[in-house]
């Protein structure tokens, strides 16, 4: 075998999860068609979610300094309401950052753990068998070998076509052109037109960007272009005037792109030794700015799964829970983003919607619902056996613990974590997989919680009976590992 697993794709999800993977030694090799990360998305947002995991591998703080802290508020279909109070996170704000510096920074995070990532050569097909897959790749007469395959190669994946799995969902119907350059007319000129266009178009708008360009943003309902293709200028400035009466004297583009609004959902994320995450399994227009952030969630959620598989530690269903917890919370998204998309539409019906639920969000419980939906912070995964006590299923957020130090801080090296208040229980038969914290004082309600990698509560009780069942089943017999 030459590697154990090869991922095609070092967009986000591909890069965690070979980053996840190396915490756990497991040999990777991660292969993308192009010579650079992608520069087509400028600027995503890191929502809290994502950012507490950055903070549980210790990436947070190289992340912070090329982003901006932003409110967590106001990205609910773009409905500008102040996040409310007491956000249960140690993370309340948006981290807007540029893709390719997120693509870069956990790229470098992966090859510093050692993983082998390959640029400009593609994964053109392959065939699995009962040990591994054979990945031939676009260099000619080369085949590769791994006992698994995981497609994070995007919307268009490779992996999932020849897999033959379906991705049903909605086709496009709408296209938006986006892109970055100057416009000709003064600022203020431009920021009341932009105000009255966006009383009917909420998905319209220029907002002034650092060095004097404007970030437009045009939506052209009903009309779908080839989105491998960039508009012209001349295409945004007839676009600009049939939306806002006015081109603004647009020039000098930096760049120019268009996007669709397809929304599908693959129908498995596991064929056999092939698994697929990020964009590849599923896709949903911008709005609210998850995809990235659901991408990098499902490789935090596969990659310490998919090592115990390789390692030989994994109970046997294991991998079988990435695909009922992951499948899930995209079906979720995609809902969510649905019906962001209604609400931002010019038509009378959604904008009367829009008028209710804008009203509705000065109800705490309604902009916390929505908040905690959109930054991912709501999750809680079903482990087949009843909702059980709370924070079962849940993630954790950050918490104070022993000597001053953050809970996230024993989190770095992706093992579980055993957080003891009574100070008797014991996962020393799993000494090699989980970490103990006997710890009176921790901020915790239960008196004990036993942490998956990912940061979700597998366990809590104090009966040591019962925790050992909970170990075995998520971390594997004891002593077991291979
Ligand atoms: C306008 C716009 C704004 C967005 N804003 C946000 C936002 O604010 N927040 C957010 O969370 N998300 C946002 N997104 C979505 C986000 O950009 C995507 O969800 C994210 O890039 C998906 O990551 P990925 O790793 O799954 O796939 P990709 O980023 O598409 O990476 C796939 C990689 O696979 C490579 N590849 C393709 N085929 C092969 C092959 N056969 N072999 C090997 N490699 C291959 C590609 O070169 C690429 O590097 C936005 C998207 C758009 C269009």
Redesign the pocket.
């Known amino acids: 075998m030459d590697f154990d697993v090869i991922i095609?794709?070092?967009?986000?999800?591909?890069?965690?999860l070979a980053a996840e993977l190396r915490l756990h030694g497991v040999r990777v090799l991660v292969?993308?068609?192009?010579t650079e990360?992608?520069s087509?998305?400028?600027?995503?947002?890191?929502?809290i979610r994502?950012i507490e995991l950055m903070a549980m591998r210790g990436l947070l703080d190289s992340l912070l300094e090329h982003g901006r802290r932003r409110p967590a508020g106001g990205f609910f279909a773009a409905i500008d309401k102040p996040a409310p109070t007491g956000l249960d996170t140690a993370h309340a704000y948006l981290l807007?950052i540029p893709?390719p510096v997120v693509?870069r920074l956990l790229e470098e995070h992966a090859t510093r753990l050692g993983a082998d990532v390959r640029?400009g050569?593609?994964?053109?097909g392959f065939e699995q068998d009962d040990e591994g897959v054979s990945v031939e790749?676009?260099n000619p007469g080369e085949r590769l070998r791994a006992r698994y395959l995981v497609?994070?190669?995007?919307?268009?994946?490779?992996?999932r076509k020849l897999l033959g799995v379906g991705f049903p969902g909605e086709p496009s119907r709408n296209e938006?052109l986006?892109g970055e350059m100057e416009v000709g007319v003064p600022g203020a000129e431009v920021a009341a037109r932009v105000a009255e266009v966006r009383e009917t178009h909420k998905a319209f708008s220029i907002r002034p960007f650092p060095g004097g360009a404007h970030r437009v943003?045009v939506p052209v309902p009903g009309h779908v272009g080839d989105s491998t293709q960039p508009p012209t200028l001349e295409e945004f400035r007839r676009r600009l005037i049939a939306v806002a009466g006015t081109d603004f004297g647009v020039h000098s583009p930096r760049w120019l792109?268009r996007?669709g609004d397809a929304t599908r959902l693959a129908e498995r994320y596991r064929v056999g030794r092939v698994l697929l995450?990020?964009?590849?399994?599923h896709?949903h227009?911008?709005t609210?700015?998850?995809?990235?952030?659901?991408?990098?969630q499902?490789?935090f959620n596969l990659g310490w799964k998919l090592a115990a598989q390789v390692r030989g530690w994994a109970p046997e269903t294991l991998l079988d829970t990435y695909q009922a917890e992951r499948h899930p919370v995209a079906a979720e998204v995609l809902d969510n983003t649905r019906a962001q998309m209604e609400l931002l539409s010019p038509e009378p019906g959604p904008r009367a919607v829009r008028r209710l639920l804008t009203e509705l969000m000065d109800l705490d419980e309604v902009n916390r619902r929505l908040i905690e939906k959109i930054t991912a912070i709501d999750i809680r995964y079903d482990f087949g056996e009843g909702p059980g006590p709370e924070p079962l299923g849940r993630r954790m957020r950050d918490i104070d613990v022993a000597q001053g130090r953050h809970l996230y801080d024993l989190l770095h090296h992706g093992r579980g974590l055993l957080l003891d208040r009574t100070g008797r229980l014991t996962a020393a038969g799993w000494s090699d997989r989980v970490d103990h914290l006997a710890d009176p004082d921790a901020a915790l309600d239960v008196p004990c919680a036993l942490l998956r990698p990912d940061g979700h509560v597998a366990w809590v009780g104090d009966d040591q009976r019962d925790l050992d069942a909970r170990l075995a089943r998520w971390f594997g017999a004891p002593g077991s590992r291979a």
Not at 288 to 296: A, P, R, T
């Open positions: 095609a794709g070092c967009g986000p999800a591909g890069a965690m292969l993308d068609a192009e990360p992608a087509f998305v400028r600027v995503v947002g890191l929502h994502s807007g893709q693509v640029r050569c593609a994964v053109a790749t676009s497609g994070c190669d995007g919307a268009r994946s490779t992996v938006t986006m943003v792109s996007f995450a990020g964009d590849a399994a896709i227009p911008p609210g700015g998850q995809g990235l952030n659901l991408g990098v499902d490789a």
